[in-house]
């Protein structure tokens, strides 16, 4: 009976081991998609409203771009979290602009003026 119960917990145990990392790979692969459509809204704000926001405004740009000066419509709905609930850094540094989730995992994108979104998470 103690090895019977003790196969069954290990077989539970497994089960959930799998379904965390499996949720994990899901969260990694939702989290590129996110980062590479928020690279394409900044493109987007870059051609529309001339230029990246600056790292002081960041994402705020994209949900409410008309308080910073550009006159269209949001790109967003609210400031967007990464698939963990964490925050999503923009950083722009020498023209250049990146995106960084809260986990190391996910990799980041870099988005060039006049270009495409690259991305970069090698």
Do not use: R
């Not at 400031?79 to 602009?97: E, F, N, R």
């Amino acid at each position: 009976m103690k090895m019977l119960s003790g196969l069954l917990i290990g077989l539970i145990l497994s089960i959930i081991v799998f379904k965390i990392y499996s949720n994990l790979d899901t969260y990694e692969q939702a989290c590129k998609i996110q980062l590479k459509v928020l690279g394409t809204h900044i493109k987007d704000y870059e051609k529309k409203c001339g230029g990246f926001p600056s790292q002081e405004i960041g994402l705020k740009a994209l949900d409410t771009p008309k308080k910073y000066g550009c006159q269209m419509e949001s790109f967003t709905n609210g400031i967007p979290v990464d698939p963990w609930d964490g925050q999503i850094t923009y950083i722009l540094k020498d023209g250049i602009a990146y995106l960084f989730a809260s986990k190391p995992e996910c990799g980041f994108e870099k988005i060039i003026p006049g270009d495409k979104a690259l991305n970069t998470d090698q």
